[in-house]
């Protein structure tokens, strides 16, 4: 029996409810929407454990503890490695300010007949403090220490994330099932079918997209840093973790790698270098880890990948910012759905498409609910998997 429509208005206001509250509640919800994060991730891992006949909650421990010693580990390797990056950014400041002086604005204004503002930028770039510049995230932390409020949520986020990551990953099977539980009976198959689409689409991104831009990084900061750029693995990690936006990460790497490459070098040979190695990492994302790593599951378009990244930091910051695609990916395909749902409903009409029948349906999955009655020649929806 299907939903009336005075339900189905119902259940739209709780939905409008639900979107209300996680917009009032963003501040309090990073330490959770990190918790489900990580549990989600996690899972296939105990599930896998369980299969060898480990206990849940052992497995639990286990994948923590696997967990805990990435995190550690990359913070150890990376965090001091980016903090001599950083200082010797600093350092080549002034020599940035020396090339855009004596180079680049005289070839702006002879090449295209611009009119610089006569400024002294050796003489600002002296006048700067550059190493207190340098020690940006000392100042940070500094003002982390005297405001209390801000320490006390960040310990409190810190906290509350591991707790509910354990507890979410001991019982997440049960979770799925309780929530599998309250769906109706009359829209089970097709919710089902929705939820193994949406957990495909994430699994590409997380096992696909998540790994591509760690390849790259590795990519770029090898190939640079073998031409002794100093700042090539800032540079590298910078242009991979961009790269999550399709093609920003070449723009971005290729840009600030030649601007550190004429600074450190001067020699056009280095800035072909820098050319090169930004296009063997193109070749090979667009030949071998895209296709093979991610295929065509998530398919989101740049436009969208932009705004989901600019929403979702402005909604939920920097934890906003790492779940923004997982959840666009969501969306998309509850999108698809509902894309298909108004093709296949009365409101849409008969299909435009002179090579398609009257009544026949363009979908390429079932809709949600679908209540189309069969015309005389077709006793049933076409249905083919998407």
Known sequence: MQISDSQKWLVLAGLLLLGWLIVSLSPILSPFLTAILLAYMGDPLVDRLEQWKVSRTNGVIITFLLFTLVFVAAALLLVPALVRQLDDLVASLPRAFVWVRDVAAPYLESRFGLVIIQFDWLEWGKKLDWGATGNVVKSILGNLTQSGMALLGLLTNLVIAPVVTFYLLRDWD?????????????????????AQQCHETLGAFFRGQLMVMFALSLIYSAGLMLMGLELGLLVGILAGLASIVPYLGTIVGIGAGLIAAYVQFGDITYMLLVILVFSIGQVLEGTVLTPKLVGDRIGLHPVAVMFAVLAGGQLFGFVGILLALPAAAVIMVLLRRVHLNYRASRLYGQAEDPAQEPGQLSTEATPLGTDIEPTSDQSQPREESE
């Open 174 to 194: 049960l979770l799925v099932e309780r929530i599998a539980a309250l769906v109706p009976r009359f829209y089970i198959g097709s919710v089902s079918d929705l």
